[in-house]
């Protein structure tokens, strides 16, 4: 799933739990992506390109059901013992939760069952249907907006940053080309989107007018 539909569902944990620091909320929604960024820089996790085409490939360690659910225990423990809010510490645990399931919804079989098997791997493969792949992340950050009940500055932004990924899903025949070439290029704009995604959804899901500062 992009940047965009994972920062909207922060929307739905800050509707959910409101006492939950937005940007808190962004952070516990790409946490495991953003792993993924400093393990592919370090060559931990890569990918691969298998006749022009991008494939992620090798992603066990930020992407496995293992790590998120290790990662939402240690997140929970420190922030409902040690910080003493729980509401914050269940919202931020599922924030984690709900990067690894919706992945496994939209990625290819890549994601792993740990770091430590090779098999199974899961993933249900709807990236490999661009239009349909579209669709449905646009009409979940939708949902996301509307739960939330967003202003309209907030839905623009959400539909804008889904149309703006439709050339990265589509990615014709050589367009992964790039990305095995130099292995800093495809983290480096995923790390991009995230704060700009952030920005933006964080922004615009304040309950002030945007246009006031
Ligand atoms: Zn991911």
Known sequence: MYAINHAATALILKKRYPVSSMFLLLISV??????????????????????G????????????????????????????????NRALAIAF???????????IIFHEKDMALSPFSNTPNF??????????DFTLETMYGIFCWWYFKGNKYLLITIILFNILDLPMMLGK???G?????????????????????????????????PLEL
């Open 30 to 51: 790409q946490l495991v992506e953003l792993l993924w960024v400093v393990f592919s820089y370090l060559g931990i996790e890569y990918i691969s390109v298998i006749n």
């Open 53 to 84: 085409k991008l494939h992620l490939n090798y992603l066990p360690y930020s992407h496995s059901i293992f790590t998120g659910v290790t990662l939402s225990l240690i997140a929970f423990s420190i922030i409902n013992w040690g910080y003493k």
């Open 93 to 103: 645990s599922i924030g984690i939760m709900s990067h690894i399931i919706l992945d």
């Open 123 to 132: 993933g249900l493969g709807i990236s490999n249907y661009p239009y349909i």
């Open 173 to 175: 025949d050589n367009s």
């Open 177 to 209: 080309k790039p990305f095995s070439v130099n292995h800093f290029i495809l983290p480096s704009i995923i790390l991009i989107q995230i704060v700009i995604t952030w920005y933006f959804v964080w922004r615009y899901s304040r309950k002030k007018s």
